[in-house]
């Protein structure tokens, strides 16, 4: 499966570069011992529910489905499109016999399948409404998200108008993301505290075997340590801050990072907010006296890794 591009814009001043290059190195890395398979699966269960999504539309008595747009007119979902290559969008047209202020009056009260209106776009030309709709979200499942129905509709004259109806969802790409940014990684044990700083240093590494189908192994540690250091401001790339951890509270979150959902969207085009380069380490020990240490980015495109996968997602307790 070829795997689409990856792209997070970082706004930041010096010191952002770190972020950016995390998300650019993971465009097209191959899978560490994960079934592809799966991910076609999703792609196909996600193209069903698109399809089911665009039947839930019940448009108005008299409309006729058309072969395609005519023209230009509604030329893409009404709400846009989504930027990703995992994107499934099935749609239809029709000619309705009723102005545009009447069929989308008919919509409002006729919701597809019950789903609960949750935005609204339209376009203009010279002051004049070209196009205007609605967007209905649908349930997410392990399979996909972003599932929602969009009915856009434009005018054809003072009688008639055409409708557009767009069963949408975005397949998730099970295949956890590699972490394979290059670079030193950073080695801590809770015995041994937390280093003075992390300058220099681009994630964390852990000894084989590879954990490349979850972030952490399974069980309960008995401590941890959470080592967070400052990115380029304040006192740059120190300690910041050290807390450690008794069982209960290393236990607590170790099941936040296992929480992490591991699947990813294809080609998936990111804005992150500010990045100043700030992370923190977090290194728990398990009753057979092994060290995993997790690498975390603190803002920016919020991220964990453990230096050979890597999610989404914040699981210290102040972000």
């Given at each position: 499966?070829?795997?689409?591009?990856?792209?997070?814009?970082?706004?930041?001043?010096?010191?952002?570069?770190?972020?950016?290059?995390?998300?650019?190195?993971?465009?097209?890395?191959?899978?560490?011992?994960?079934?592809?398979?799966?991910?076609?699966?999703?792609?196909?269960?996600?193209?069903?529910?698109?399809?089911?999504?665009?039947?839930?539309?019940?448009?108005?008595?008299?409309?006729?489905?058309?072969?395609?747009?005519?023209?230009?007119?509604?030329?893409?979902?009404?709400?846009?499109?989504?930027?990703?290559?995992?994107?499934?969008?099935?749609?239809?047209?029709?000619?309705?016999?009723?102005?545009?202020?009447?069929?989308?009056?008919?919509?409002?009260?006729?919701?597809?399948?019950?789903?609960?209106?949750?935005?609204?776009?339209?376009?203009?030309?010279?002051?004049?409404?070209?196009?205007?709709?609605?967007?209905?979200?649908?349930?997410?499942?392990?399979?996909?998200?972003?599932?929602?129905?969009?009915?856009?509709?434009?005018?054809?004259?003072?009688?008639?108008?055409?409708?557009?109806?767009?069963?949408?969802?975005?397949?998730?790409?099970?295949?956890?993301?590699?972490?394979?940014?290059?670079?030193?990684?950073?080695?801590?044990?809770?015995?041994?505290?937390?280093?003075?700083?992390?300058?220099?240093?681009?994630?964390?590494?852990?000894?084989?075997?590879?954990?490349?189908?979850?972030?952490?192994?399974?069980?309960?540690?008995?401590?941890?340590?959470?080592?967070?250091?400052?990115?380029?401001?304040?006192?740059?790339?120190?300690?910041?801050?050290?807390?450690?951890?008794?069982?209960?509270?290393a236990d607590a979150l170790a099941v936040k990072v296992q929480q992490l959902t591991l699947g990813h969207i294809d080609g998936e085009v990111v804005n992150c907010p500010m990045d100043d380069g700030s992370a923190a380490v977090v290194a728990l020990v398990y009753p057979d006296g092994q060290n995993l240490d997790l690498w975390i980015t603190t803002n920016g495109c919020t991220d964990v890794s453990n230096g050979y996968i890597s999610?989404?997602?914040?699981?210290?307790?102040?972000?």
């Amino acid at each position: 499966m070829a795997a689409g591009a990856f792209v997070a814009l970082v706004v930041a001043g010096c010191g952002s570069s770190r972020q950016l290059v995390l998300q650019q190195s993971k465009v097209g890395i191959p899978p560490i011992g994960v079934d592809v398979v799966s991910a076609t699966a999703n792609k196909q269960k996600t193209q069903a529910e698109a399809e089911r999504l665009l039947q839930l539309a019940v448009v108005p008595p008299g409309s006729v489905e058309l072969d395609g747009a005519p023209s230009s007119l509604l030329s893409g979902p009404v709400m846009g499109t989504p930027m990703t290559t995992s994107l499934v969008d099935d749609s239809s047209w029709w000619r309705v016999p009723t102005s545009m202020t009447s069929t989308l009056a008919w919509f409002v009260g006729h919701p597809p399948g019950g789903l609960a209106r949750s935005g609204s776009g339209s376009s203009s030309s010279y002051g004049a409404i070209t196009s205007s709709g609605d967007s209905y979200d649908a349930p997410s499942s392990a399979a996909w998200t972003g599932a929602s129905v969009e009915i856009g509709v434009a005018p054809m004259g003072p009688d008639t108008s055409v409708v557009r109806v767009d069963g949408l969802a975005i397949w998730i790409d099970p295949i956890p993301v590699r972490d394979n940014q290059p670079g030193p990684g950073m080695r801590v044990a809770v015995a041994s505290g937390c280093p003075a700083g992390d300058r220099g240093f681009v994630g964390v590494t852990n000894p084989p075997p590879p954990l490349d189908r979850s972030l952490l192994p399974a069980g309960t540690p008995n401590a941890g340590l959470v080592c967070e250091y400052y990115g380029m401001n304040g006192h740059p790339f120190a300690l910041k801050e050290k807390t450690t951890l008794n069982q209960s509270a290393a236990d607590a979150l170790a099941v936040k990072v296992q929480q992490l959902t591991l699947g990813h969207i294809d080609g998936e085009v990111v804005n992150c907010p500010m990045d100043d380069g700030s992370a923190a380490v977090v290194a728990l020990v398990y009753p057979d006296g092994q060290n995993l240490d997790l690498w975390i980015t603190t803002n920016g495109c919020t991220d964990v890794s453990n230096g050979y996968i890597s999610a989404g997602g914040s699981v210290l307790p102040d972000n």
